[in-house]
């Protein structure tokens, strides 16, 4: 920690404020700024104006993989990713070498229904959206802690078994604890462990009802009732200050 504390230091105190080569000013060709005082500069020429993030920003802070286009599409975590835009990008190559020619994957560890493949043969380049082929056997979003989990339940089963766990497993969580009680032995520590933390993240919690409104009871509808004085009529022509 002191020594990542003390690069940080040196960052802003040494880098921001040493002249660098490339800042320099249309009206001050001979000098070099600082990225302090260009920034400096920046905001009194644009003004500072906070932007969201995009969908798109988002996919970036992503987590990333590099993988093969196969002809049926995506492997990834025994689960097949596949769509039609991906046609001419299978078996090709990406374009960049460092990687030897596997595509830039992004993937949310908390939603297993899509990934995002990088097309970096377009101008620009754009993301491509990927859904799991077999999406449809669940039914409720999931992480890969439930997958795995769901795996583990079923070893050397198809990946079409492991889906059906999985969605055995979500639909446990989304019944409760009376569903438990019924089959307490067919549940482990962690299969109770990861329903309910999908439980918890679920978006389609049942409502509970409103409570009923008890009756008023006999004895107050036989007390006698104040006297209702009514209010008067507004009279926009009158004069407020005057008392009747």
């Given at each position: 920690?002191?020594?990542?504390?003390?690069?940080?230091?040196?960052?802003?105190?040494?880098?921001?404020?040493?002249?660098?080569?490339?800042?320099?000013?249309?009206?001050?060709?001979?000098?070099?700024?600082?990225?302090?005082?260009?920034?400096?500069?920046?905001?009194?020429?644009?003004?500072?104006?906070?932007?969201?993030?995009?969908?798109?920003?988002?996919?970036?802070?992503?987590?990333?993989?590099?993988?093969?286009?196969?002809?049926?599409?995506?492997?990834?975590?025994?689960?097949?990713?596949?769509?039609?835009?991906?046609?001419?990008?299978?078996?090709?190559?990406?374009?960049?070498?460092?990687?030897?020619?596997?595509?830039?994957?992004?993937?949310?560890?908390?939603?297993?229904?899509?990934?995002?493949?990088?097309?970096?043969?377009?101008?620009?380049?754009?993301?491509?959206?990927?859904?799991?082929?077999?999406?449809?056997?669940?039914?409720?979003?999931?992480?890969?802690?439930?997958?795995?989990?769901?795996?583990?339940?079923?070893?050397?089963?198809?990946?079409?078994?492991?889906?059906?766990a999985a969605a055995a497993l979500l639909g446990r969580?989304?019944?409760?604890?009376?569903?438990?009680?019924?089959?307490?032995?067919?549940?482990?520590?962690?299969?109770?462990?990861?329903?309910?933390?999908?439980?918890?993240?679920?978006?389609?919690?049942?409502?509970?009802?409103?409570?009923?409104?008890?009756?008023?009871?006999?004895?107050?509808?036989?007390?006698?009732?104040?006297?209702?004085?009514?209010?008067?009529?507004?009279?926009?022509?009158?004069?407020?200050?005057?008392?009747?």
């Amino acid at each position: 920690m002191p020594e990542l504390q003390s690069l940080l230091d040196e960052w802003i105190i040494i880098w921001q404020n040493r002249p660098h080569d490339a800042l320099r000013d249309p009206d001050s060709p001979k000098r070099a700024f600082t990225p302090n005082e260009k920034y400096a500069m920046l905001l009194e020429s644009c003004g500072y104006v906070p932007a969201p993030f995009s969908g798109e920003d988002f996919v970036e802070l992503l987590p990333e993989r590099w993988q093969a286009i196969n002809s049926y599409g995506i492997r990834f975590n025994h689960r097949t990713y596949d769509d039609a835009e991906l046609t001419p990008l299978r078996r090709q190559h990406s374009g960049v070498r460092e990687k030897k020619g596997l595509w830039e994957i992004h993937y949310d560890p908390y939603d297993v229904s899509r990934i995002w493949v990088r097309d970096r043969r377009s101008e620009p380049a754009r993301w491509i959206t990927v859904f799991w082929k077999h999406l449809h056997r669940v039914g409720v979003p999931f992480g890969e802690m439930a997958w795995d989990h769901a795996r583990a339940q079923v070893p050397g089963r198809t990946e079409e078994q492991i889906a059906d766990a999985a969605a055995a497993l979500l639909g446990r969580a989304h019944n409760g604890p009376d569903e438990e009680r019924v089959r307490p032995s067919n549940r482990s520590r962690r299969g109770r462990r990861v329903a309910a933390r999908n439980r918890a993240t679920a978006t389609d919690r049942p409502v509970p009802d409103p409570p009923a409104i008890e009756p008023a009871p006999d004895d107050e509808a036989d007390s006698d009732l104040a006297e209702v004085i009514p209010l008067g009529l507004f009279d926009p022509l009158a004069n407020p200050w005057r008392r009747p």
